[in-house]
């Protein structure tokens, strides 16, 4: 198969702004089900995003984004990724990162009464995410 | 004929409203164009979720979930975005005459969800209930904002206190057209031919994790969004009916000001010939 034969159409969009667009020859990202690599003639199939790491290879070069929250929509030739929220590594902000990950870990420590597990796990797994993108 | 005096006193009056309503007018013309650009940005998330949504349930026959099915029991509930400020021409009052001619939401029917202050007053004073109030959030809307207004509202969907969510907003279609609109947000009711529309219907789509839970996940993010793209082009709206308003006021401000110089020149002429007779009548009756 010739090199511009395995390339899919590859948009990741935002509430704010149109992220990424472009060609990729393979896209991986975290679902709520687990990390899936994704190429071209995929089974159309609707996936919800986890906070994870996007990678899009481009062939030449990989491009890596923090994605948290929204889904994704992949058909034969073309993926497109709804995110609320993604980020380049050089968009993030470390310190911040590094305290939220702090008050996360001790709101779940603590385990106070009303404490809504659920939101303090996500925004600890975001705050993780935000750190490993940018190492 | 009014004195000069009084004239005078009018013009200046009137020129000092000139000058509030002009600064009013660049001030807005200025947010505007932040608020268009910020709109047309946000457009292609919004088309796209609009899309995807039709496109899955075109390929998602048959799904039962509380989302998608009609309900009879319960109120409406109408999340109403106006303004916090007036001076913006018809703008506030339109979305009030939107819900008002709407004969399917009357006050006994639908409670509303407030954000803007006008529009809130306006329908609280015809009779309306309102179940909730974030206009604060109209100063700078943010989609977390929007997230956590909508977050509210699906619990009360879910607990079936509302039976149908609706979203009234001015939509900006240019700088010079704004409409109200009032849409349909939950449950999800999309026409044959949108479905049609979204083409390719039948491939089949899978689901991860199954179908239901997907929706699950989605339609949330489906209503926040489109309240959010509302804020957004809301917002815009905003400044272009009061550019508008203020461009006229201006305007016809000018207009008075014009009429009311030339009759105080007549008025001064006037006087001036008055004067001018006493003064020769008084001479003639010495001599």
Not at chain 2, 124 to 150: F, K, Q
Not at chain 2, 158 to 164: F, R, T, V
Not at chain 2, 184 to 205: F, Q, R, T
Request: net charge negative.
């Amino acid at each position: 198969m010739a090199e511009a034969d395995n390339k899919f159409v590859v948009e990741i969009i935002t509430p704010d702004r149109v992220f990424y667009k472009g060609e990729a020859a393979m896209i991986e990202f975290t679902t709520t089900e687990g990390e899936i690599g994704v190429y071209k003639n995929h089974v159309p199939t609707t996936v919800v995003l986890a906070p994870g790491i996007v990678t899009i290879h481009e062939g030449e070069g990989n491009k890596k984004a923090a994605v948290h929250a929204g889904f994704a929509e992949i058909l034969n030739d073309k993926v497109t990724l709804l995110a609320e929220v993604a980020e380049w590594p050089e968009e993030i902000d470390v310190a911040r990162a590094k305290a939220a990950e702090a008050r996360a870990t001790e709101r779940i420590a603590q385990k106070a009464d009303g404490l809504d597990v659920m939101r303090a796990e996500l925004a600890l797994k975001r705050a993780l995410v935000r750190q490993n993108i940018v190492e | 004929m009014a004195s000069m005096r009084d004239i005078k006193r009018r013009r200046t009056s009137i020129s000092s409203t000139q000058q509030i309503t002009k600064a009013m007018k660049l001030v807005s013309t200025v947010k505007l164009q932040k608020a268009k650009s910020h709109a047309e940005s946000t457009t292609p998330y919004f088309n796209y979720m609009y899309n995807t949504v039709c496109s899955m349930l075109a390929k998602t026959k048959n799904i039962h979930h509380p989302y998608l099915q009609k309900r009879e029991v319960g109120k409406k509930g109408v999340i109403v975005i106006s303004s916090n400020r007036g001076l913006a021409g018809g703008y506030n009052s339109n979305v009030v005459k939107l819900i008002r001619d709407e004969e399917e939401i009357t006050q006994d029917n639908s409670q509303l969800y407030c954000i803007g202050r006008k529009a809130m007053e306006g329908l609280v004073h015809r009779g309306y209930s309102v179940a909730m109030d974030e206009s604060d959030v109209m100063e700078a809307p943010t989609y977390d904002d929007a997230s956590r207004i909508c977050k509210q509202l699906l619990e009360s969907y879910a607990a079936g206190e509302i039976s149908e969510i609706y979203l009234a907003y001015t939509h900006f279609k240019n700088t010079v057209v704004h409409e109200p609109k009032l849409l349909k947000l939950l449950p999800v009711e999309l026409s044959e031919e949108e479905i049609a529309a979204s083409g390719d219907s039948n491939v089949l789509m899978n689901f991860e994790p199954n179908p239901e839970e997907a929706i699950e996940m989605i339609i949330p993010k489906y209503v926040t969004s489109l309240v959010y793209g509302a804020l957004i082009e809301a917002v815009a709206s905003e400044n272009g009916a009061r550019m508008q308003a203020m461009d006229s006021a201006t305007s016809n401000a000018e207009e008075m000001i014009e009429n009311l110089t030339l009759s105080y020149n007549r008025a001064r002429q006037g006087s001036i010939t008055q004067e001018l007779t006493e003064i020769i009548a008084g001479a003639e009756a010495i001599s």
